[in-house]
C-alpha cells in the first residue's frame, strides 16, 4: 500500500518509522511517504493561511498549495482515496479501519487552523474518492495526531504487518466486542491469583470463559457496542 501525508509538521510523523510499521516499510509491504505542504507555496514567507471570507476568528487553509500537493501526489492513472482529518467527519471505526486496509493508495491531508477552504474538498473528488474523518467527538489541533492514529490501525491490517496474523481477531472491536483479560506468569503476584480455569487446560472451558468475560465488560464500559 502507499501513503501519502501533507502537513506542515511533517516530523510529527517521525516516530512512524518505529516498531511494525517500520519495519513494514523496510520491507516494502509499506510506501509511506511525508510531505511538507509548504512545498507547495511560492512567496518568500511559504503562506499557507488567510483571513476567512465572511469574518470570524481565525485562519483558513489556502486552496493553492493543497490544489498543487493534490495534482503532484494523485497518480494518473486510478483514484486514490483523499482523507482529511476533520472533527467534522464521519467517525473513525475498526470497520473503517477494515475498509481503508483494501486500498492501494491512501492520501491525507492534515488541516490546521480553522480548517481548509471549502473548494480543496470539492476539487480532491475530482481526483478520488474523498472522505472526512473524525478521531472522535472531541477538538484536536490539527490533524496530524488524528492520522497518526488511523496510519496505525489501518497499516496493521495490511496481510504481512503484524507477525502473527491471529493476534488481530483476538483484539477488541474485532467482533463488536471489548477483548478479555490476559494474564502471564507467575500465577500468583502480590497475592492475587490467575483465574483458576486458566489453568485448567480445558479449552472449551477457558473460551466460553473468555467470552463471558467480553460480554461482561462491553456491558459495564461500552453498552452503546451491545445495543445493535
Ligand atoms: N482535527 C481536529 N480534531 C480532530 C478530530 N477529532 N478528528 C480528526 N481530525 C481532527
Known sequence: MRIDVVSIFPSYFDGLTLSLLGKAQDSG??????????????DRHRTVDDTPYGGGAG?????EPWGEALDALAPDTGRPTIIFPSP?????????????????????????YEGIDERVF????????????????????????AVMAMV????????????????????????????????????????REVPPILLSGNHGAIAAWRREQQVERTRARRPDLLDD
Open 29 to 42: 509491504i509499506l510506501d509511506l511517504n511525508v510531505h511538507d505542504l509548504r512545498e507547495w507555496t511560492h
Open 59 to 63: 485562519m483558513v487553509m489556502k486552496p
Open 88 to 112: 467534522a467527519g464521519e467517525v473513525f471505526t475498526q470497520a473503517t479501519a477494515r475498509e481503508l486496509a483494501t486500498r492501494e493508495h491512501l492520501i491525507f491531508g492534515c488541516g490546521r
Open 122 to 145: 470539492e476539487y480532491a473528488a475530482e481526483l478520488g474518492e474523498v472522505r472526512l474523518i473524525s478521531l472522535g467527538d472531541y477538538v484536536l489541533n490539527g490533524g496530524e495526531v
Open 152 to 191: 496505525e490501525a489501518i497499516g496493521r491490517l495490511i496481510p504481512g504487518v503484524v507477525g502473527n496474523p491471529e493476534s488481530l481477531v483476538e483484539e477488541s472491536h474485532e467482533d463488536g466486542l471489548l477483548e478479555y483479560a490476559s494474564y502471564t506468569k507467575p500465577s500468583v503476584w502480590r497475592d
